[in-house]
């Protein structure tokens, strides 16, 4: 048991999913994998391992922002030795090529957060990558299905709410999406030397004002799961 996980040694599957939202991982517990059984209800971050296709997977709810998923990412590398960490989350396009609906991979995430900045006091300017295996077999598995899938560098905002976005600046630069988490999974991983991706689906478009319903956030995007799934366990 870690400080906010209250799972047992070996209740924890060595791949892990990680949305933000409990709802969305129960739903995928439920739907995506077999015998699954839940193993932390600790602050309501529910937990759950079963099984895909033969290969043990955990499903981990993480909150939302960079502070909420350093925690769980963490904990999950630090008291359960996990290896591979997906996040399968939500963004908001910022790309007029990437619509709602739309499969995003993070091959890079930026991000206004000086989390990154404050773990390094040599001025260096840290670039968090995702794992460029799970990429490669993520966006494959997405093609062959014939999934709208994009592959680039997303902007994991510190603030929601924040004022003064320079949307066309980051498109220039080449932003597809903006989401929460990412840049801190990244990171984590990187210090850790264990792999990790972002796959997101977009939930709205910030250029259009198109958007789907909470509703739909928690208990759809099959397709996000499926590519998900495919990348870990290679089925």
């Known amino acids: 048991m870690s400080t906010h996980i ?23 517990a439920q739907n995506f994998l077999t015998d699954a059984t839940r193993y932390n209800t600790v602050r309501n971050a529910w937990g759950f391992t079963g099984e895909y296709a033969g290969t043990r997977i955990s499903v981990q709810a993480t909150g939302m922002g960079i502070p909420s ?31 709602v609906r739309d499969i995003v991979l993070a091959q890079g995430a930026s991000t206004d957060s000086a989390v990154v900045d404050h773990t390094f006091s040599d001025r260096i300017h840290y670039a968090p990558l ?11 598995a997405a093609k062959d299905a014939g999934y709208s899938v994009h592959v680039g560098n ?14 066309p600046l980051w498109q220039q630069y080449g932003i ?21 991706l972002g796959v997101l689906t977009i939930s709205n478009n910030i250029l259009t004002g198109e958007e789907t319903t909470a509703e739909e956030r928690a208990h759809t995007f099959s397709d996000m799961m499926h590519v998900a799934l495919t990348a870990a366990t290679g089925v």
């Not at 995702?130 to 966006?139: I, S």
């Open 69 to 99: 998923i350093s925690i769980y990412v963490n904990e999950l590398i630090n008291d359960y030795n996990v290896h591979t960490l997906i996040r399968v989350g939500t963004a908001g396009s910022i790309d007029p090529d990437v619509n």
């Open 154 to 167: 997303v902007l994991s905002e510190d603030q929601f709410y924040a004022e003064g976005k320079d949307f």
């Open 130 to 140: 995702a794992d460029f295996d799970l990429l490669d077999k993520a966006y494959h």
């Open 6 to 28: 209250a799972a047992k040694p070996g209740d924890i599957a060595d791949i892990v999913l990680l949305p933000g939202d409990p709802i969305r991982a129960e739903y995928i």
């Open 176 to 196: 597809k999406a903006l989401e929460m988490e990412c840049a801190a999974l990244y990171l984590i991983a990187a210090k850790y030397n264990r792999r990790a």
